[in-house]
């Protein structure tokens, strides 16, 4: 296939000038996805379409701009020195978790003004946002960014991968670790680990979603972050993996804390069946 193919070009159409990248065109779709399944799932409890729908169109942009400035922050030693290149926000550089920080921030303000109970927005939408992820590192695929180390051919033919993956992660000459698709793999396991628990009685407080999903992506991310080599550092780890720490530990002590202290934490609504109601 890549010898059909070549190298796949991050451009996917340019008409009168303008460029659309396979990466807008990957990410908008893992959006497109992530609001249809929050919308169903927002149904069965009690939540309407519109909130999702409002509530993206102000998180969108909000998460766009903390992704940049997390990222010109732990980069500020070069910016400072081209101040002018901040906003060039289409030459790269954005940081997936100033990204959700910013959404999260967003969340909590809309959940109030809307008066809505935001651990349970956060429980709809959780496993639409790690799929979402999982679906947009196919977008650091096809720009060849978010690798590991160098490594020989025969190291990416052993782990049985594609061969359009295997060439695609021939970067200069140099094959690397597909590190995105280890992060891809690892969120769409943890969407389908969380949409075959969420239904069941009794498993999940209200929030706990949500924190399941800190922790499960902290969790993983750890790892894998310390295999990328374009990742931002802070004494001696990379500022991802610091993060990943304390969200790891945070999400953890949160589900602990809130179950020691409150007894009466609704529980994750489900809508009950015929039978159960019987």
Excluded at 89 to 105: E, H, N, Q, R
Excluded at 107 to 133: E, G, N, Y
């Amino acid at each position: 296939m890549s010898e059909i193919l070549g190298v796949i070009d991050p451009i996917a159409v340019r008409f009168l000038g303008i460029k659309v990248h396979w990466y807008g065109v990957i990410i908008g779709l893992a959006i497109m996805l992530a609001l249809y399944l929050a919308v169903s799932e927002g149904k069965r409890q009690g939540l309407r379409p519109d909130d999702f729908y409002d509530y993206l169109l102000y998180a969108l942009p909000i998460a766009l701009i903390c992704a940049r400035i997390y990222y010109v922050i732990f980069q500020w030693d070069y910016y400072k020195k081209f101040p002018a290149e901040i906003y060039r926000i289409w030459d790269g550089g954005i940081a997936i978790y100033g990204g959700l920080l910013g959404a999260l921030l967003v969340l909590v303000i809309f959940c109030k003004k809307r008066q809505l109970s935001p651990w349970l927005f956060l429980d709809v939408i959780a496993p639409t946002v790690i799929l979402a992820q999982g679906i947009g590192r196919w977008g650091n695929f096809i720009n060849q960014e978010a690798h590991g180390e160098a490594v020989s051919r025969i190291f990416l033919v052993q782990m049985h991968l594609p061969n359009f993956i295997i060439e695609q992660m021939n970067i200069g000459g140099t094959y690397y670790q597909p590190t995105f698709l280890y992060e891809s793999v690892w969120d769409i396991l943890g969407f389908l680990v969380l949409i075959l628990l969420r239904h069941r009685k009794k498993l999940f407080k209200q929030g706990e979603i949500f924190l399941t999903y800190v922790a499960w992506y902290s969790f993983g991310r750890f790892f894998i972050e310390g295999m990328r080599t374009d990742s931002l550092m802070l004494l001696g780890l990379r500022v991802s993996q610091w993060l990943s720490v304390i969200l790891f530990i945070g999400a953890l002590s949160t589900i602990i804390y809130r179950r020691l202290n409150n007894k009466h934490l609704p529980w994750y609504l489900v809508v009950q069946k015929e039978d159960d109601q019987a």
